[in-house]
């Protein structure tokens, strides 16, 4: 898995004796040509883990059973985001709500309850879900 | 402004990469096997904390570790070579210069600050560290290598400084010093410890503080170093850019004994396979091959352990050039009734691919050449993309029974897309 360098699109090569002031030329220069996908999408690939999801506990957020999701863990979780925790021996993807003046997991999905995270309990928020990844 | 010199390592690296991926580890004594599941070479605080040494074989422990509930993991080379580039890229962005001294270790420097203390600097990074990627390391702050080793080998020994020591404002650094064997000074081998022992001179500080010209007598320029880096007077520059190979070496222990030609052959012809294929990822070239076998000193019967080499007449990184070459020496290294242990390749005399010298008997015309190295394009890019052993050679065999034993290996976590792990959204 490179998360480095993934391009869409054919980077051009000029030829060098094209005139350096015609528009395409400059167009050119400032845009190498294509879209790099994983700089879209991977802010830093060094704190950037890849987790496939198992469950339908957050299709209330949009992300489903067997999708793939981009979490960055170089960003500190803040309430109203959807988090990755390692919780007991597992990891879990919830979103990070204030409940009762400390932080809980809460699910997508009206049939899941919601999870008090205790400060001494045996958890550790990773990072954030930045990209969900589905095949259409 | 004065330069700092900074050693970074990760704690328990292979330990901790196992649980970085897996949280069912977590908080659980763990230990990591060598090559072929042979001995301990890495262990969690957990499996530390109960008394289990490194470096142990294997079949020694196994009923302690069963007893104690400690996970068991073969070596998962391809997490620990990613966890490891995430950790290198992360401290570049936080020294000056940075050099990769091994998978889990880096000497960097950096300008001190005018208060010049680098202990909330270090703290910051390790912090960071463990919230990126989970890694726990210790952080050794000084003024040159030697001293950057101590205080990072101080920071870990002692549960108070949280992983992170700066040599430079230590109110007793003297005491410190003389707080380090010897034998853990680096650089300093088993054979020069034992000298320094005999002469009373047992710890770092009285290293330093010795009459040069007697270390200088004994060991050279070498010794004088070391002392000068000891009294904080840098003489190790970082090393910056990995000088070209000048050998590659392919090599491994066998899961079974290897008690046939066919099986040594298809062996050596792995090996070399593999080893081509760096060589070539190098741009290289190599022009002597060498061919090395061990039986096991464990079996009863005499060591036997013997190497051959032959010189190529032109150099090459042709895998069919190198087979042919590499596997008469198998067949002269066999000996019935000497079941083998370990083989290894050894490809030596390396130069660059541009630099080909000019040679009156050429193997093969020029055209012919360049097709055989397109060939070893396309297979090597094959092999790239849809995983190594896609387009296999022959000589290697088609299901070996003597590849390495790696019968708890964890998942590729993070390199394959197959295997990474699982997140719950029940």
């Not at chain 2, 895998?319 to 020496?329: E, M, R």
């Amino acid at each position: 898995m490179k998360l480095f360098g993934l391009v869409l699109g054919v980077p051009l090569n000029l030829p060098p004796d094209l005139p350096p002031d015609l528009p395409l030329a400059e167009a050119v220069k400032a845009d190498p040509g294509g879209v790099d996908l994983a700089a879209l999408l991977v802010r830093d690939p060094a704190a950037t883990l890849l987790l496939r999801v198992s469950g339908p506990s957050m299709q209330g957020a949009g992300i489903d059973h067997g999708d793939l999701l981009l979490v960055d863990c170089g960003l500190e979780p803040r309430p109203g985001q959807v988090v990755v925790a390692r919780l007991g021996d597992g990891f879990t993807v919830k979103r990070l709500v204030r409940w009762r003046g400390q932080l809980a997991l809460a699910a997508a999905h009206p049939a899941y309850p919601l999870l008090p995270l205790d400060p001494q309990g045996d958890h550790r928020l990773l990072g954030v879900v930045r990209h969900v990844i589905r095949r259409c | 402004m004065a330069l700092a010199t900074v050693l970074i390592d990760g704690n328990n690296f292979y330990a901790s990469c196992e649980a970085v991926v897996d949280p069912a580890v977590v908080g659980r004594p763990l230990v990591v096997l060598s090559n072929n599941d042979g001995c301990i070479v890495s262990r969690s605080a957990e499996a530390r904390a109960l008394g289990i040494a490194m470096g142990v074989p294997y079949f020694k422990v196994r009923q302690q570790l069963e007893r104690h509930g400690v996970v068991v993991r073969s070596s998962n080379y391809a997490l620990y070579a990613d966890m490891s580039q995430r950790l290198m890229t992360t401290l570049e962005r936080w020294l000056e210069e940075l050099e990769v001294y091994s998978i889990d270790e880096a000497f960097g420097v950096l300008h001190r600050p005018v208060t010049g203390d680098l202990s909330a600097w270090g703290r910051a990074l390790r912090r960071e560290v463990l919230c990126h990627l989970g890694l726990p390391v210790a952080v050794g702050i000084a003024g040159t290598k030697v001293l950057a080793k101590i205080a990072n080998r101080a920071a870990k020994a002692d549960p108070a400084r949280a992983g992170v020591l700066d040599l430079a404002v230590e109110p007793d650094a003297d005491a410190l010093l003389a707080r380090i064997a010897i034998e853990d000074v680096w650089g300093i081998g088993r054979r020069l410890a034992r000298w320094c022992r005999l002469r009373g001179v047992a710890d770092a500080r009285a290293l330093r503080d010795m009459p040069s010209g007697e270390l200088q007598r004994k060991c050279g320029v070498v010794g004088l170093r070391l002392q000068q880096e000891l009294r904080g007077q840098a003489c190790l520059p970082l090393v910056r850019v990995a000088p070209p190979k000048q050998e590659t070496c392919v090599s491994r222990s066998f899961s079974q004994p290897v008690e046939s030609l066919e099986a040594l052959r298809q062996a050596v012809a792995t090996y070399l396979v593999r080893a081509a294929e760096k060589l070539r990822q190098q741009g290289q070239r190599a022009g002597a091959i060498t061919v090395f076998v061990r039986s096991s000193p464990f079996n009863g019967t005499s060591l036997y352990s013997q190497a051959a080499t032959v010189v190529l007449p032109l150099a090459s990184n042709d895998t069919a050039v190198l087979l042919a070459a590499a596997l008469p020496l198998a067949e002269r290294l066999f000996r019935p009734r000497k079941p083998l242990q370990k083989a290894g390749v050894l490809l030596q005399q390396l130069q660059s691919e541009d630099l080909l010298q000019h040679h009156l008997l050429l193997p093969l015309p020029l055209e012919q050449q360049q097709r055989r190295e397109r060939l070893m394009a396309v297979i090597d890019a094959l092999n790239r993309r849809f995983g190594r052993g896609a387009v296999q050679w022959a000589a290697c065999g088609l299901r070996p029974a003597w590849t390495m034993r790696r019968s708890r290996l964890s998942r590729a976590a993070t390199t394959c897309l197959a295997q990474i792990p699982v997140v719950q959204a029940r």
